[in-house]
């Protein structure tokens, strides 16, 4: 192998590359900084208490980033055989750790647990729900196909993609080279080192996660919408296999009371319906079932947000450190543009939010300057009417009799007249 012709997987420092496998690198919708900005959205979504207008405004971005991860991994069901589609890891990082958030969203935020908005995050959770049982299903339960002998040119340098064939210094090629998968385009696929797919470290970080991560996409298929009690998948069962149908009615009540009075009491009130009700082989096969149910149910619902963080740290270990190709580096528009785009929206909500404030001011204020300018309009009336009544008698006045001179009086005035002389 010539040294002027190295390649990022055929290096000196490291083994020869003697078998590939195909690949299509991870696209840049799922690059490290729209992860990040997911991550951040749904802890804000989770932690947002009092501005609901902010928190639903920032989910909006995280429900469609894993809304739209969620079809794409039912799309990519046949994408790991003959050419692994990289986006299906890429995807389950994005996919796992949104169930987790479910849990930890519709049980745990205060801000949309009375909101109409919890309907929508329903149907997101089940959107979820779903995306990871596909998803589980092309991890685990779909073999990658066999390696093939690599393949280098008369200058020592690996065949890596199909463009490079034009070069006629290759004489050989790969069969994977020739097959096409959905929303790809052959000239995509990349040949990497058999080491890089066989990463040991991926299986067992995911492995140890997998069990809570598909306990919580049952939880969000199952409609669990109630905080820190029981689904109600689980209480139908006990009601139908355990309770007499004379007593559903109250134990559903027994039930829901002690969900409202306590965290998990609901829990403890199941468990009490079922150690009282008539022991048979009937419940002893139904508590082999429900018991470890109810349990996980339990501890996911507590640790669902230190699972989520844990998940995440798997996650972003395996991708990171990996070696698995990208198709966009991290200073490209790709990768830092919903960045961006979430911050102008943001901004824009802030900026409506704050026009809506002074415009609900202006008016309140227009309201009470109008009150003001007629209670002073009364003031005044009321102060002039004062005026004017206290110049004046008050009451009915009766008027003075005016004296009019008689003939009398001109007699009587005569006669004193006379006395007097």
């Known amino acids: 192998m010539s040294s002027n012709n190295l390649t990022p997987f055929s290096n000196s420092s490291g083994p020869p590359v003697t078998h590939v496998s195909c690949v299509y690198a991870v696209s840049g919708t799922y690059g ?3 992860r990040i900005l997911y991550y951040v959205t749904l802890v804000f979504a989770i932690f947002g208490r009092r501005s609901e207008w902010l928190v639903i405004g920032a989910l909006v971005s995280a429900l469609t980033y894993a809304g739209t991860a969620a079809i794409h991994i039912m799309a990519l ?3 790991k055989a003959d050419v692994f589609d990289l986006d299906i890891m890429a995807a389950w990082a994005v996919l796992s750790t949104g169930a ?3 849990i930890g969203i519709i049980h745990w935020s205060s801000t949309l647990r009375d909101s109409r908005a919890r309907v929508v995050m329903i149907c997101w959770g ?3 729900g779903i995306g990871l049982v596909f998803g589980r299903a092309e991890l685990f339960d779909t073999e990658l196909t066999s390696p093939e002998p ?3 040119s008369a200058t020592g340098t690996l065949l890596e993609s199909p463009l490079q064939l034009i070069d006629p210094g290759f004489n050989c090629t790969y069969k994977c080279f020739d097959v096409a998968k959905p929303m790809r385009t052959k000239s995509e696929i990349l040949a990497v080192p058999q080491r890089v797919l066989d990463n040991s470290r991926y299986k067992t970080l995911t492995y140890v996660l997998v069990g809570p991560v598909q306990f919580a996409a049952y939880a969000a298929l199952s409609i669990d919408a109630q905080e820190h009690t029981p689904s109600q998948a689980c209480v139908k069962i006990v009601m139908s296999y355990m309770i007499q149908p004379g007593h559903r009615e109250q134990f559903a ?4 009371k002690a969900s409202m ?8 009130a199941l468990l009490g319906y079922v150690r009282r009700s008539r022991w048979t082989y009937k419940k002893w096969l139904i508590c082999g079932f429900l018991l470890p149910w109810l349990f996980l149910g339990l501890v996911i619902d507590i640790l669902c947000l230190p699972l989520m963080v844990i998940n995440v740290v798997f996650n972003e270990v395996t991708l990171l450190e990996g070696g698995y190709p990208t198709n966009e580096a991290d200073i490209a528009i790709g990768q830092w543009g919903p960045i961006v785009n979430s911050m102008l929206v943001l901004i824009a909500a802030l900026i409506n939010k704050g026009m809506e404030v002074w415009e609900r001011r202006k008016k309140a204020k227009k309201k009470l300057d109008s009150v003001v300018a007629d209670t002073d309009v009364e003031s005044n009336a009321t102060k002039n ?4 009544d206290s110049a004046q008698e008050v009451g009915v006045v009766k008027p003075k009799l005016a004296h009019v001179q008689t003939l009398q009086d001109m007699e009587d005035l005569m006669n004193r007249s006379k006395y007097c002389v």
Request: glycine content about 6%; charged content about 15%.
């Open 77 to 79: 069901v046949t994408s």
């Open 261 to 268: 009075e306590k965290w998990y009491g609901g829990y403890f």
């Open 150 to 152: 690599a393949c280098y």
């Open 32 to 34: 490290l900084l729209p």
């Open 253 to 256: 009540k027994t039930v829901y």
């Open 100 to 102: 987790l958030a479910y």
């Open 385 to 388: 009417e004062l005026a004017t």
């Open 126 to 128: 089940i959107l979820v």
